[in-house]
């Protein structure tokens, strides 16, 4: 089983830019006396270099500060962005358990990691690489470095709207950094080049940072949907100030949920539409599902092929009477499934047929042949229930392009979020639901009850905060968000008399356990400290 290795096909575009140093930690200039004069030097170039900034979303490889190193204990196919960001989200929380022994991974579950674990490491580090791949970018875009290299009329102007979108990739790395360790070290365009050792940025501060540039980019970018798929639009950008409102509180300890409910509302009224089928979301062909999807990562079996993203979500999930062939894919992993706590939120499924169980909520897309709901061994994968939410294979049920690697791409934002961004924020604003929650929740359900649409309906005095929490957990598991909503709730660590606050091995106990409030927010890496002196470490994880 081939769960960590990797083989990467590398998308046009790749190029050397300006990386931190490895041993020092400072910005070193970008290798770009030739390079960069090559790259640059036409409006392909350009084209080819922002290829690169959207591609290392979906590529994978070791890339520590320098680029230029594996991270010790973590491989190529862990390094994938997307594989590491729901590690983070998903495996210390309700929602899944893991087999594997890997380097890192069993500390998340069992909520016991230290800021030495090479997964968190990992993500942090992904990030960073992602940020600077972005400046570098923005650093050759601009109007007068454009224009002296002869770039005029319309190619200019896909240039600076180039720029915005590699502003707002930039921002959105940032948002992850905020949300996953809080105070980062912080670098932009106008860092200056050559010594200086990367400062930290304070949560609160980078809230304000990021908020800024998502509404400075926001006249620059493509109306929504209008945008090549699977580049960002303004869909996109409103989506992401959307989410970041709803957290403020937690972000900065000064709630905006005015401000979540404004931005919910602008994507919204763009036009966007729930596709028809549930079933559909994640499976090899939902590149058309450009009605909900608002941004994905793009993912090809063919010519983008690692281990990690929507390849790990294939597989991983499959083990046991699983057949391989329902999903696509030449064999699974035998890794991940979901806790009771998830699996009880779902009505009772009344057979084992694949892949809707009987399930009158279309979302339960849930393996129980031969799987137990109870889970005493978390390395077994008989225990606990197996998932089937994505599978490489078409809406004609055609295997994708290749059964080893998958086509499926990976929604970074999708309609239903957004619905529920809006409902959530309106009800800590008020705790009757207004005319807008009451029908976007009555979207979201009527899609998920297509078959029993009476068995879907939700009366308005049951719409509460409590419902959208585990709606939330209906409509998104594993999409890489529980963790963020269990703190916002402030579930995520201390037992309460909130049921919720609860699940099978939180912190490591069989039955649950509290964990100490600090593990709300990562460790900053150690590695990363011991190299840059402006590092603070986050409360609880020692100096």
Same mark, same amino acid.
């Given at each position: 089983?081939?769960?960590?290795?990797?083989?990467?096909?590398?998308?046009?575009?790749?190029?050397?830019?300006?990386?931190?140093?490895?041993?020092?930690?400072?910005?070193?200039?970008?290798?770009?006396?030739?390079?960069?004069?090559?790259?640059?030097?036409?409006?392909?170039?350009?084209?080819?270099?922002?290829?690169?900034?959207? %591609?290392?979303?979906?590529?994978?490889?070791?890339?520590?500060?320098?680029?230029?190193?594996?991270?010790?204990?973590?491989?190529?196919?862990?390094?994938?962005?997307?594989?590491?960001?729901?590690?983070?989200?998903?495996?210390?929380?309700?929602?899944?358990?893991?087999?594997?022994?890997?380097?890192?991974?069993?500390?998340? $579950?069992?909520?016991?990691?230290?800021?030495?674990?090479?997964?968190?490491?990992?993500?942090?580090?992904?990030?960073?690489?992602?940020?600077?791949?972005?400046?570098?970018?923005?650093?050759?875009?601009?109007?007068?470095?454009?224009?002296?290299?002869?770039?005029?009329?319309?190619?200019?102007?896909?240039?600076?709207?180039?720029?915005?979108?590699? *502003?707002?990739? *930039?921002?959105?790395?940032?948002?992850?950094?905020?949300?996953?360790?809080?105070? =980062?070290?912080?670098?932009?365009?106008?860092?200056?080049?050559?010594?200086?050792?990367?400062?930290?940025?304070?949560?609160?501060?980078?809230?304000?940072?990021?908020?800024?540039?998502?509404?400075?980019?926001?006249?620059?970018?493509?109306?929504?949907?209008?945008?090549?798929?699977?580049?960002?639009?303004?869909?996109?950008?409103?989506?992401?100030?959307?989410?970041?409102?709803?957290?403020?509180?937690?972000?900065?300890?000064?709630?905006?949920?005015?401000?979540?409910?404004?931005?919910?509302?602008?994507?919204?009224?763009?036009?966007?539409?729930?596709?028809?089928?549930?079933? !559909?979301?994640?499976?090899?062909?939902?590149?058309? !599902?450009?009605?909900?999807?608002?941004?994905?990562?793009?993912?090809? %079996?063919?010519?983008?092929?690692?281990?990690?993203?929507?390849?790990?979500?294939? $597989?991983?999930?499959?083990?046991?009477?699983?057949?391989?062939?329902?999903?696509?894919?030449?064999?699974?992993?035998?890794?991940? /499934?979901?806790?009771?706590?998830?699996?009880?939120?779902?009505?009772?499924?009344? !057979?084992?047929?694949?892949?809707?169980?009987?399930?009158?909520?279309?979302?339960?897309?849930?393996?129980?042949?031969?799987?137990?709901?109870?889970?005493?061994?978390?390395?077994?994968?008989?225990?606990?229930?197996?998932?089937?939410?994505?599978?490489?294979?078409?809406?004609?049920?055609?295997? %994708?392009?290749?059964?080893?690697?998958?086509?499926?791409?990976?929604?970074?934002?999708?309609?239903?979020?957004?619905?529920?961004?809006?409902?959530?924020?309106?009800?800590?604003?008020?705790?009757?639901?207004?005319?807008?929650?009451?029908?976007?929740?009555?979207?979201? *359900?009527?899609?998920?009850?297509?078959?029993?649409?009476?068995?879907?309906?939700?009366?308005?005095?049951?719409?509460?905060?409590?419902?959208?929490?585990?709606?939330?957990?209906?409509?998104?598991?594993?999409?890489?968000? /529980?963790?963020?909503?269990?703190?916002?709730?402030?579930?995520?660590?201390?037992?309460?008399?909130?049921?919720?606050?609860?699940?099978?091995?939180?912190?490591?106990?069989?039955?649950?356990?509290?964990?100490?409030?600090?593990?709300?927010?990562?460790?900053? =890496?150690?590695?990363?400290?011991?190299?840059?002196? !402006?590092?603070?470490?986050?409360?609880?994880?020692?100096?």
């Amino acid at each position: 089983m081939k769960r960590n290795s990797a083989k990467i096909l590398l998308v046009a575009g790749f190029i050397a830019c300006g990386l931190m140093s490895c041993d020092k930690n400072k910005i070193l200039s970008p290798n770009y006396e030739v390079t960069s004069q090559q790259v640059y030097s036409t409006f392909t170039g350009y084209s080819q270099a922002m290829a690169k900034v959207y %591609g290392a979303f979906a590529l994978t490889g070791n890339e520590g500060p320098a680029g230029n190193g594996d991270i010790a204990g973590i491989d190529e196919g862990t390094s994938d962005f997307f594989r590491l960001l729901w590690y983070a989200n998903e495996l210390p929380t309700d929602e899944a358990v893991i087999a594997w022994g890997d380097p890192g991974v069993p500390d998340l $579950h069992q909520m016991s990691w230290s800021s030495s674990n090479v997964i968190l490491l990992g993500l942090y580090e992904r990030c960073m690489y992602q940020i600077t791949l972005a400046n570098e970018f923005i650093i050759q875009s601009t109007p007068a470095m454009v224009a002296s290299r002869g770039i005029t009329g319309a190619n200019a102007a896909t240039i600076a709207q180039y720029a915005a979108e590699a *502003r707002f990739l *930039r921002a959105y790395q940032y948002s992850v950094l905020m949300d996953e360790f809080g105070n =980062p070290p912080f670098v932009t365009e106008t860092t200056p080049i050559g010594s200086v050792i990367p400062p930290q940025i304070s949560r609160s501060a980078l809230y304000t940072y990021v908020v800024g540039e998502l509404k400075a980019i926001d006249p620059l970018l493509a109306k929504p949907m209008a945008n090549q798929f699977g580049r960002v639009d303004e869909g996109a950008d409103w989506a992401l100030l959307s989410r970041i409102y709803l957290n403020a509180q937690v972000y900065t300890g000064t709630a905006d949920y005015a401000n979540a409910m404004t931005y919910a509302s602008k994507v919204i009224a763009a036009g966007y539409s729930l596709i028809p089928n549930y079933d !559909n979301l994640f499976l090899a062909d939902n590149a058309k !599902n450009t009605s909900e999807n608002i941004f994905s990562i793009e993912y090809n %079996g063919n010519n983008i092929q690692g281990y990690g993203g929507t390849t790990f979500m294939t $597989h991983a999930p499959v083990g046991g009477s699983m057949p391989s062939a329902n999903f696509g894919i030449s064999g699974g992993w035998a890794g991940v /499934r979901i806790t009771s706590s998830l699996y009880n939120l779902f009505p009772a499924n009344t !057979n084992t047929t694949f892949p809707t169980n009987g399930n009158p909520d279309s979302r339960a897309e849930f393996w129980t042949q031969g799987q137990s709901v109870a889970i005493n061994d978390v390395t077994n994968f008989a225990q606990g229930i197996a998932v089937n939410k994505w599978r490489n294979v078409t809406t004609s049920g055609a295997p %994708g392009s290749n059964i080893n690697f998958a086509d499926v791409n990976e929604p970074i934002f999708r309609l239903p979020e957004v619905y529920l961004n809006y409902a959530e924020a309106q009800l800590r604003s008020s705790s009757t639901p207004d005319a807008n929650t009451i029908k976007y929740i009555g979207l979201i *359900r009527a899609r998920a009850y297509a078959s029993n649409p009476a068995a879907g309906l939700v009366a308005a005095g049951n719409i509460n905060l409590d419902f959208i929490l585990d709606e939330r957990a209906r409509e998104l598991y594993w999409e890489g968000f /529980r963790r963020t909503d269990l703190v916002r709730y402030g579930l995520f660590t201390a037992i309460t008399s909130d049921s919720r606050s609860n699940w099978p091995f939180k912190g490591g106990v069989s039955g649950g356990t509290s964990v100490p409030s600090y593990r709300n927010l990562y460790a900053i =890496p150690v590695q990363d400290r011991a190299v840059n002196p !402006n590092l603070k470490q986050n409360p609880g994880y020692g100096n």
